[in-house]
């Protein structure tokens, strides 16, 4: 949506798209194909101390070096340098905070994620097009917001929500579950276990809602029915093997919540951009 908002003269007159790709196959191929997991085992026992830490490092500098001298057009060697030895440094920071911190999803993502920006960072750096960062964040227009909003509301708060509005029957369900003897219940899970599953379940439900929303905004409303169908595939077996009627209407009375609240937000935002598919 960004995209359609710009100047199609300033997006055409950004230079060297090429050494951005170049930097970013780069790190792609240092941080997932050239580096073993026997490397990212020992980083995280011994951190700082790890030599395959900065082996690793070096790959990234040589890496990034190369792209720079080889993709890059009117840049002197000393930009090249500096650009290089920027990238190896940071990535040695980045990964040994990494290195300190429990290694889950949102820590890999905010990994990632800070690369990518010193990755950006070096790119305008080494191309001086510092202005094209401003030029792009002036032309964000409210509906750009909304769309954020839109897909911010679907994720954690949505999630709050619904639990919320199935707090009334959430005991009375688990309390059921604890004290069936059904002989095709599946066996009692620890606490812990119980806890997995449940960040399990919230990850799907996460997933689910994005997907709902993109197919409201693309006004794609059949693939939301085969989306809805297919989870309840899934959910039938589980269903059927515990026997248990107020299960079965709990997990339908949370899939029909996600499902509405995520059309409705869906709906309130193709309203906004003025693409309702429903015409007065």
Same mark, same amino acid.
């Given at each position: 949506? #960004?995209?359609?908002?710009?100047?199609?003269?300033?997006?055409?007159?950004?230079?060297?798209?090429?050494?951005?790709?170049?930097?970013?196959?780069?790190?792609?191929?240092?941080?997932?194909?050239?580096?073993?997991?026997?490397?990212?085992?020992?980083?995280? /026992?011994?951190?700082?101390?790890?030599?395959?830490?900065?082996?690793?490092?070096?790959?990234?500098?040589?890496?990034?070096?190369?792209?720079?001298?080889?993709?890059?057009?009117?840049?002197?060697?000393?930009?090249?340098?500096?650009?290089?030895?920027?990238?190896?440094?940071?990535?040695?920071?980045?990964?040994?905070?990494?290195?300190?911190?429990?290694?889950?999803?949102?820590?890999?993502?905010?990994?990632?994620?800070?690369?990518?920006?010193?990755?950006?960072?070096?790119?305008?750096?080494?191309?001086?097009?510092?202005?094209?960062?401003?030029?792009?964040?002036?032309?964000?227009?409210?509906?750009?917001?909304?769309?954020? =909003?839109?897909?911010?509301?679907? =994720?954690?708060?949505?999630?709050?929500?619904?639990?919320?509005?199935?707090?009334?029957?959430?005991?009375?369900?688990?309390?059921?579950?604890?004290?069936?003897?059904?002989?095709?219940?599946?066996?009692?899970?620890?606490?812990?276990?119980?806890?997995?599953?449940?960040?399990?379940?919230?990850?799907?439900?996460?997933? /689910?809602?994005?997907?709902?929303?993109?197919?409201?905004?693309?006004?794609?409303?059949?693939?939301?029915?085969?989306?809805?169908?297919?989870?309840?595939?899934?959910?039938?077996?589980? =269903?059927?093997?515990?026997?248990?009627?107020? #299960?079965?209407?709990?997990? #339908?009375?949370?899939?029909?919540?996600?499902?509405?609240?995520? =059309?409705?937000?869906?709906?309130?935002?193709?309203?906004?951009?003025?693409? #309702?598919?429903?015409?007065?």
């Amino acid at each position: 949506m #960004l995209a359609d908002n710009l100047d199609t003269s300033m997006v055409t007159t950004i230079e060297q798209p090429e050494l951005l790709v170049g930097l970013l196959l780069a790190h792609i191929l240092a941080d997932f194909y050239f580096q073993p997991f026997a490397w990212v085992k020992q980083r995280n /026992e011994r951190h700082a101390l790890a030599l395959p830490l900065y082996i690793h490092t070096l790959i990234h500098g040589v890496f990034a070096g190369a792209v720079l001298l080889l993709l890059s057009e009117n840049i002197s060697l000393t930009t090249i340098g500096v650009g290089a030895i920027i990238i190896a440094v940071s990535h040695f920071k980045i990964d040994v905070i990494k290195s300190y911190c429990v290694q889950s999803t949102t820590a890999f993502v905010i990994d990632q994620i800070a690369h990518v920006v010193v990755l950006l960072g070096v790119f305008l750096y080494a191309t001086d097009q510092w202005q094209y960062v401003l030029s792009a964040l002036r032309q964000l227009s409210a509906g750009d917001l909304v769309i954020t =909003l839109a897909y911010l509301a679907v =994720l954690k708060p949505s999630s709050i929500v619904i639990k919320q509005l199935l707090s009334p029957w959430s005991s009375e369900v688990l309390s059921s579950n604890t004290q069936t003897t059904h002989p095709n219940d599946p066996p009692t899970i620890s606490t812990e276990a119980q806890q997995t599953l449940s960040l399990a379940g919230q990850r799907i439900g996460y997933l /689910e809602r994005v997907l709902m929303l993109t197919f409201v905004l693309l006004n794609q409303f059949s693939a939301i029915g085969f989306l809805i169908a297919a989870k309840s595939i899934f959910r039938f077996g589980d =269903l059927t093997k515990h026997q248990d009627r107020k #299960l079965t209407e709990y997990v #339908l009375l949370g899939t029909f919540t996600s499902v509405a609240m995520t =059309l409705v937000i869906g709906l309130l935002c193709a309203a906004a951009l003025g693409r #309702l598919p429903i015409k007065p």
